[in-house]
């Protein structure tokens, strides 16, 4: 189709004062067509561009034929994959693009040589973030299939013995009192990801800690061990130690699941439902108050972890969500 102003570019009385009337339409046009692409990628409503940029994002992948499972050799190989599946944080938080399905086994062994902050941040919320988006998708199916079983309950319905014996374990899962479907409700729910990202940024620091690296334990989570048997037959006093995962989606895993029923954590979840039940998502930021029995450092620890939120704009990956059309990657660490 020929363009509208095709007629002005070939018309021949152009004089020098034309030629300046021509490049004062060009000066409008151009911005004016900058701005008309910008209003589009921010505008939900003409969201044309923004999903073909996603089907972009959603269908690249690492190379053709990529393995689901890949060795990761070090942090800039990282980086390479995150650039390659345009893993990128600033379009994630300003809600148009997607998180890849990009999950690691482990952390790069190299992630403290970074010597930029923002960088290794960076990379340490780009590692976890997908985890902690998948651990959520697994709660919230669970959280579906509860709400789903009241409801039937609710209306007459008998469950079926499978759906009994789901519920049974679900119940003993979260620690949460049988026959009660909405004491299961207030524990079956998401870990936000701003509260996850600050917390294990503060325990592990930013992913650089022996037991982050050794132990993929990002959240400084305890358990006993037993003691040792001395010569003598006696046995040494039991000792408290950070505990160890086998990988990082593990780690994730046994955190969230420790929010959602250890007693301790009541309040969390009260506050939490209270949140739903005014239509509200989950609030990292607001949750972290109700956490001052997770550390021993206690308020101090309360106002870092709140601090870490705020100042590295968490609260926008709240509303992050996993990539549903592209194929996952596991990326395990060489050893």
Partial sequence: MRSPFAHLAAWEGWTP?????????LSLTVPLAF?????????PARGTLTRWLDSRIANSTLHPGAPVTATLQDSAGLSSIFENRYFLLDPVREG???????FLAGLP??????A????????????????????????????????WLWDKARDGGSLTQSETRWLDTTVRRYRAKAGDFEDLLRRVDIIPPSLALAQGAVESGWGTSRAAREDNALFGQMTWIKGAIRADGTQEEPTYIVQPFDDLLECVQAYARNLNSHPAYAEFRERRAAMRALGQAPDGYRLAITLDRYSERGWPYLAEVRLTIRANRLTQLD????????SALLLVPSS
């Fill in 17 to 25: 004062i034309g030629r300046l009337v021509r490049l004062a339409l």
């Fill in 35 to 43: 701005l008309g692409t910008a209003t589009l990628l921010s505008d």
């Fill in 96 to 102: 148009w693009a997607p998180v890849p399905r990009i």
């Fill in 109 to 114: 062994s190299d992630l403290a040589d970074i």
């Fill in 116 to 147: 930029a902050d923002e960088a290794r941040k960076t990379m340490f919320m780009q590692a976890a973030l997908p985890l902690v988006l998948l651990v959520n998708e697994s709660i919230l199916a669970e959280r579906h299939r509860v709400q």
């Fill in 319 to 326: 509303r992050a969500w996993l990539d549903g059309r592209s």
